[in-house]
């Protein structure tokens, strides 16, 4: 079984509408993150999160809300979709940074179309 | 904040030729340099990455050098197969140790 895993993998929306994207992982990492990938752009932060009760805006976080549910979940919301918002959505876990390991370890991604 | 470039935004090579992607950073704090394999319909993939303490890393035909002066690293891939063709990531973190700011990407193709 995959590690990382999100749900849905695929959604099309329509514009106004709000949109809930999950994430669970099985790693047993207390980071987990999200991105969005945009053609041209790579990587762009929009959440992440140290442990349940610590959350942190990244780059792009305007029109993105975010909840840690427990250490292996972690779900990003968009409350009112907009067409700009169509991208590859990516979550990720890792591990404690510092001198260690700082991998990253990415979900499948999520294509989110918005009408 | 951190800015990563990275150059080209795409990269044609025969197979058996080498590859070089190069990437330059701003924060002069960064000091670990991962670089992540995305293949098609997948999520980014750790394939090396490089400390600011050393100058440069192998991995068997991966290569990845670091000029911390200069500001920019740059991966080398030899001896090219089609399996590496792919989007291939930089990026730099600094000493907080919170999160990872990824170059724009380089889509890598190797023609057979």
């Known amino acids: 079984d995959a590690d990382v895993t999100q749900t849905p993998r695929n959604r099309i929306t329509k514009t106004g509408k709000r949109i809930m994207l999950e994430c669970s992982q099985t790693k047993g990492h207390d980071r987990m993150y999200w991105y969005r990938q945009d053609p041209g752009l790579g990587l762009r932060l929009i959440y992440y999160s140290f442990d349940v009760k610590d959350i942190n805006k990244g780059e792009i976080s305007d029109g993105y809300s975010v909840s840690r549910q427990a250490q292996a979940k972690f779900s990003l919301s968009l409350e009112s979709a907009i067409p700009n918002q169509t991208a590859l959505y990516f979550c990720?876990?890792?591990?404690?940074?510092?001198?260690?390991?700082?991998?990253?370890?990415f979900g499948p991604g999520t294509r989110l179309t918005v009408l | 904040g951190e800015n990563v470039e990275q150059h080209p935004s795409t990269l044609s090579v025969q197979e058996g030729d080498s590859a070089v992607i190069k990437c330059t950073y701003s924060d002069s704090a960064s000091n670990y340099f991962p670089w992540y394999k995305q293949e098609l319909g997948k999520g980014p993939q750790l394939i090396i990455d490089i400390r600011s303490n050393v100058g440069e890393k192998k991995d068997q035909r991966i290569a990845v050098t670091l000029n911390k002066t200069a500001k920019h690293f740059s991966l080398h891939i030899t001896e090219t197969q089609p399996e590496d063709s792919a989007v291939y990531f930089c990026?730099?973190?600094?000493?907080?140790?919170?999160?990872?700011?990824f170059g724009p990407g380089t889509s890598l193709s190797v023609i057979p």
């Open positions: 990720a876990t890792s591990d404690f940074g510092g001198r260690g390991n700082n991998e990253q370890f």
């Open positions: 990026a730099a973190m600094g000493t907080s140790y919170d999160k990872v700011i």
